[in-house]
């Protein structure tokens, strides 16, 4: 099993929907809690960082849940520039580790 | 203000040969993580560096190397290439400190022949 879990994709939504992302980690030792986009080919970028008292970033928001190990992305009125892989990402002793991304496909 | 900068962009090899990647970290960042993303997965932690030293390392084997120059930019060195190491190189900067966010540049993509 992979330390860090994300629901497989892809996921194929209509403009203008609500999107939501899920993440789980094994290891309760880890620190902080991240999510990344990452478009084709191109270098991931950080999205927001996570934290249990969740947060929210326009039409963003981030809820962690440290008992039940787990973190969510929620895309409220997505645009089709939202298309990308989304990376869920855990940070433990200094290295991130990554889950393996959920790719995202906003249709017109 | 200059983000994370990675040479070369592209690198065609052979198996057997030896690879050196560099990074330049954003400015007012120390510290340099370095990845491996292979197609359709999430980067992989190869090791990090602060203050000239590896402070942490991922399960990678000996043939990865790296370095840290007193101006915080790095390199990646891999030796004895394999077919398996062809992947998308990312190289990650970030202020000193557990937990802070790594800014990433645009990668060195290898290709292994």
């Known amino acids: 099993r992979k330390e860090v879990e994300q629901d497989p994709g892809p996921f194929n939504v209509p403009e203008g929907a609500t999107v939501a992302f899920n993440c789980t980690y094994s290891?309760?030792?880890?620190?902080?809690f991240f999510w990344y986009r990452q478009d084709c080919r191109k270098e991931p970028k950080l999205l927001m960082s996570?934290?249990?008292?969740?947060n929210e970033d326009g039409r963003f928001t981030a809820q962690l849940n440290r008992a039940s190990q787990y973190i969510s992305l929620l895309i409220r009125d997505s645009k089709l520039s939202d298309s990308a892989t989304y990376l869920c990402?855990?940070?433990?002793?200094?290295?991130?580790?990554w889950g393996a991304g959920t790719k995202l496909i906003i249709k017109p | 203000d200059a983000g994370v900068t990675q040479s070369p962009t592209h690198l065609i090899k052979t198996r057997g040969q030896q690879v050196t990647l560099r990074c330049s970290p954003k400015?007012?960042?120390?510290?340099v993580s370095w990845y491996q993303q292979a197609l359709g997965q999430g980067p992989q932690f190869i090791f990090q560096y602060y203050e000239e030293e590896e402070r942490q390392r991922g399960n990678f084997p000996d043939r990865f190397s790296g370095h840290q120059f007193p101006n915080y930019s790095s390199e990646l060195n891999v030796n004895a290439l394999l077919l398996g190491d062809s992947a998308l190189y990312l190289c990650?900067?970030?202020?000193?400190?557990?937990?802070?966010?790594?800014?990433f540049g645009d990668g060195t993509r290898l290709s292994i022949l």
């Open positions: 400015s007012g960042h120390d510290t």
């Open positions: 290891n309760s030792a880890s620190q902080s």
């Open positions: 990402v855990v940070n433990r002793n200094y290295q991130l580790i």
């Open positions: 996570v934290y249990s008292s969740g």
């Open positions: 990650a900067s970030s202020p000193q400190g557990n937990g802070q966010p790594q800014h």
